[in-house]
């Protein structure tokens, strides 16, 4: 069963920088798109960012700057590095990612998966 493992949330203080990774579990599974978006309570869903299977990336304006989104080599994992957090960027943060399977000749889609989430709490 595929399932997308997130980590590095928790609670900092505004200004500091937390580290968020996802990884898909499962041999021979890669992030083709991997996206992070955010909940605040009472709120709608955001895309945070965004990455291709080529590393281009995009970002919400309120995020642009600060935070950064890189994938690892061996393409199964996506790490948001999110710097000088403001308190406004509490939220439960969850992975999302367009997952292919490489076991065979090329690599195929798998499908697209949701992580539970992990809560970023930042105090002012």
């Known amino acids: 069963q595929v399932q997308l493992v997130e980590s590095g949330g928790g609670l900092v203080q505004a200004g500091e920088s937390l580290r968020l990774s996802c990884a898909v579990s499962g041999s021979k599974l890669r992030i083709g798109v991997g996206t992070w978006y955010r909940q605040a309570p009472g709120k709608q869903r955001d895309l945070v960012a965004s990455i291709t299977l080529g590393g281009n990336t995009n970002y919400a304006n309120s995020v642009k700057g600060r935070f950064t989104l890189s994938r690892g080599n061996a393409e199964n994992t996506i790490t948001l590095q999110m710097n000088n957090l403001k308190p406004e960027d509490t939220a439960v943060y969850y992975c999302?990612?367009?997952?292919?399977?490489?076991?065979?000749?090329?690599?195929?889609?798998?499908?697209?998966?949701w992580g539970r989430g992990t809560q970023v709490t930042v105090s002012s």
């Open positions: 999302n990612a367009d997952v292919d399977d490489c076991s065979g000749f090329t690599c195929s889609s798998y499908g697209n998966y």
